[in-house]
DNA sequence: GCAAATTAATGATTTATTCAAG
DNA sequence: CTTGAATAAATCATTAATTTGC
């Protein structure tokens, strides 16, 4: 980095207040617990109870929580391909077939029909998760689903409403609000 | 999806499609003229602003338009790719340097600050293009803003402006409030 | 102990790839 | 086969850890 000057040129970054979301260690073990407990990838209707429940613990938008599993899934995936990788090649094998570890998660997959059929790939998980809340929606898929969605609700902390800001680009000199993590 | 509903009732009529947006011929024109005319990444402010445009001419979604820049300009690289690939392999050269034929497409970029300090790519088109009008939005970035943005208006045809609702979750036994939102 | 400098994590965008409708 | 739509991989950029010299 340039290392010159980097003081106080708070937010100008672009269009948003804050340049980016900062978790709270709440919303962190949330989100893992939720990962961990087979949720891969939320679609817009869980994405938007993800969100909901999590802006109880600081500011936070639907497409926090997505970008979050986005991002948590591609990194645990490339993870996973990383050490497959040195295991084959310590053990001067190639990987088992086509694509091995191209998809190396066993990540909790809906029901795959029959299997039978593998004329395509058996891409299908997107039904909803395990958990069987009675979403009977076909196919809300994340991101433009969830965008159209959260719309009206910029970032939906609960702060008082204050003078609603559209794009709060003007200075909000601060930042103070803007978490008091403390690490556990 | 389980394809098992998707009634797809009406609206097939007047060449919109229920399932996915099928451009009119107007709409193509005037896109490919935008394309070819010098605009490969609207901003969204852009994106809006021709969506506006062509919803004259037929249903169509900020995403659509979004899509559309998306697909022709990977397309375009793609294909040009495929041609140099084949230029280089059928003379026995290797492509130039680095990454030669990684991006191809003469794009035309935005103010590219100075050049002289190269310590970042050169990533920075992110201004808006060549026309002048006066949007100083620094950072409108394509979907996400585009999304934010578009809102409460699922398909901008030039419908009156209804009563906004803001998707009710609770249970609501599956359909009658889906399709209010899939089709017109 | 403290900040500046460096490195590691990770949030956010962009690009490439894939799926499926027509 | 073409192409709209969706997803995954790659990349960028900023924040937190950490190292280091004082």
Same mark, same amino acid.
């Given at each position: 980095?340039?290392?010159?000057?980097?003081?106080?040129?708070?937010?100008?970054?672009?269009?948003?207040?804050?340049?980016?979301?900062?978790? !709270?260690?709440? %919303?962190?073990?949330? @989100?893992?617990?939720? &990962?961990?407990?087979?949720?891969?990838? =939320?679609?817009?209707? *869980?994405?938007?109870?993800?969100?909901?429940?999590?802006?109880?613990?600081?500011?936070?938008?639907?497409?926090?929580?997505?970008?979050?599993?986005?991002?948590?899934?591609?990194?645990?995936?490339?993870?996973?391909?990383?050490?497959?990788? !040195?295991?084959? %090649?310590?053990?001067? @094998?190639?990987?088992? &077939?086509?694509?091995?570890?191209?998809? =190396?998660?066993?990540? *909790?997959?809906?029901?795959?029909?029959?299997?039978?059929?593998?004329?395509?790939?058996?891409?299908?998980?997107?039904?909803?998760?395990?958990?069987?809340?009675?979403?009977?929606?076909?196919?809300?898929?994340?991101?433009?689903?969830?965008?159209?969605?959260?719309?009206?609700?910029?970032?939906?902390?609960?702060?008082?409403?204050?003078?609603?800001?559209?794009?709060?680009?003007?200075?909000?000199?601060?930042?103070?609000?803007?978490?008091?993590?403390?690490?556990?």
């Amino acid at each position: 980095m340039a290392a010159t000057e980097m003081v106080l040129s708070r937010s100008s970054s672009g269009g948003g207040g804050g340049s980016r979301w900062c978790p !709270t260690p709440e %919303q962190v073990m949330l @989100l893992e617990g939720m &990962y961990t407990g087979g949720l891969k990838t =939320p679609t817009a209707t *869980q994405i938007q109870q993800i969100t909901a429940r999590l802006s109880l613990y600081g500011k936070i938008q639907g497409k926090n929580v997505f970008y979050w599993f986005q991002n948590h899934k591609a990194r645990d995936r490339q993870k996973l391909r990383k050490k497959l990788m !040195t295991i084959y %090649q310590h053990q001067r @094998l190639y990987p088992p &077939y086509n694509s091995p570890y191209h998809d =190396p998660l066993p990540l *909790q997959v809906g029901v795959v029909e029959d299997a039978s059929s593998c004329k395509n790939r058996v891409n299908k998980w997107k039904v909803d998760p395990p958990v069987d809340q009675t979403c009977n929606f076909k196919c809300d898929c994340s991101l433009m689903t969830v965008m159209m969605i959260e719309s009206t609700t910029p970032y939906c902390t609960r702060v008082p409403p204050k003078t609603l800001q559209l794009f709060p680009i003007t200075t909000t000199t601060a930042s103070t609000l803007k978490d008091d993590l403390s690490k556990p």
